[in-house]
């Protein structure tokens, strides 16, 4: 019999669920020692990583779990994810405007026609028609041509699907797309190469320089126009490009689905979201706490340190156990109740300290617009076949969601 360590380690798990019972019993032992690194499971513990990133770096090695290959290590650390005080701050101020409350409230209008559009026009399959807002609304944030959007879901598909065959094989449409964009997919590697490596992904970077170019010629007020007057590197520039493709789409778009799953196995919760819609903000963030799209990150200890009576080594790997943080019992009443009108702590899935992700606000914002419209249509949605999951231990990923109206 396999044990709790090696259970939530392993991806085929997750095709049929986080295993949430191998959650708690972890969580009473809290810090783990997991094939190669120290994991962490209580709510406190996570976010003392978190604030503490002169204790647990995440530049030190980068923020998964899986080693990069020494070769690639150094590049990737350019990327803000893996950077940490005051490197990431200065990479971080550059796109703050971007995600202001003015900035994310411009946007809501068009997020609310968008998503109304989508939920009122299903294809049958939810997971497949909601992952299209994030990507219009990634590519008017970033400056990406919306016709070119497809790209953005071809490259999120091939970073997140490493553990996944289906879902890195995937790709979209090419109709429609702009010269530069049909230029670099003649780039688009067939090889099965590590798309966390420099040479991994040499469509996407030939993209990134291409609508850089675009930009300083024509700029507008868009995240790719303001980096092009910036003082940046060429591998900052690139790897913000890779980031910003990869994790601006990838959470939203298994966060909507987990959020209507969530809704779906807990139908008094539905009614009563539906009988009160001054609940919506709150639900948005039940559902984010309840699904958790992003299951763990990785740090590195850069002294020796104890955690909660365990002494980790200086250089130690440490994985934060998001996915178990926000089911603390220590912390939240009942955690495996989904419920809409929860008012406790904050959940964790947006992270917390110098990493909160940037772009929350706009995440909430298209969350409550895809929920509202659900809300609004005429009857309730219900099942309408298998949920298929994503094979991943990072990605608490829906590959597809069969619904239909009642």
């Known amino acids: 019999m396999r044990t709790d360590a090696e259970l939530i380690a392993d991806p085929d798990t997750y095709t049929s669920g986080v295993p949430h019972d191998a959650l708690t019993r972890l969580r009473e032992k809290n810090v783990v020692r997991v094939d190669d690194f120290w994991a962490i499971f209580r709510y406190d513990d996570v976010r003392t990583v978190l604030r503490s990133p002169g204790v647990f770096s995440s530049h030190r090695g980068a923020t998964q779990i899986r080693d990069p290959a020494p070769a690639d290590l ?132 030939a993209y990134a320089h291409a609508l850089g170019a675009h930009k300083r010629e024509h700029p507008s007020d868009d995240v790719m126009s303001n980096l092009m007057r910036e003082d940046i590197s060429l591998e900052e520039f690139e790897n913000l490009f890779w980031l910003f493709s990869v994790a601006g789409n990838e959470t939203l778009r298994n966060g909507i689905p987990g959020g209507l799953i969530a809704l779906l196995q807990h139908p008094d919760q539905y009614a009563r979201l539906r009988a009160d819609r001054s609940l919506l903000p709150a639900a948005v963030e039940e559902m984010l706490r309840w699904w958790t799209p992003v299951m763990h990150f990785r740090r590195t200890a850069v002294q020796d340190v104890e955690l909660s009576g365990v002494r980790i080594a200086a250089g130690d790997k440490v994985v934060v156990w998001f996915s178990s943080a926000n089911r603390d019992e220590r912390v939240f009443s009942d955690p495996d109740r989904f419920d809409v009108g929860r008012r406790e702590a904050d959940h964790l899935s947006f992270g917390h300290g110098p990493h909160f992700c940037l772009g929350a606000q706009l995440a909430r914002t298209q969350m409550r617009a895809v929920f509202d419209a659900v809300l609004d249509l005429p009857g309730v949605l219900e099942l309408d076949g298998e949920v298929v999951r994503l094979r991943s231990n990072f990605q608490n990923g829906v590959k597809h969601l069969p619904v239909r109206l009642i």
């Open 74 to 205: 150094a590049y990737v650390r350019r990327m803000m994810l893996n950077q940490d005080p005051p490197a990431h701050t200065r990479l971080r101020r550059m796109l703050t405007q971007a995600f202001t409350p003015r900035a994310v409230a411009r946007l809501e209008s068009g997020i609310r026609a968008h998503a109304r559009e989508i939920v009122a026009n299903p294809s049958g399959d939810f997971a497949a028609d909601v992952a299209d807002l994030p990507l219009l609304t990634l590519a008017d944030v970033f400056g990406v041509p919306r016709q070119d959007r497809a790209l953005l879901y071809d490259w999120s598909n091939r970073v997140i699907g490493f553990q996944d065959a289906e879902y890195a094989r995937s790709s979209s449409s090419t109709d429609g797309m702009t010269d530069m964009a049909l230029r670099a997919l003649e780039l688009r590697p067939d090889d099965g190469r590590d798309p966390r490596s420099r040479g991994g992904m040499p469509d996407l970077y």
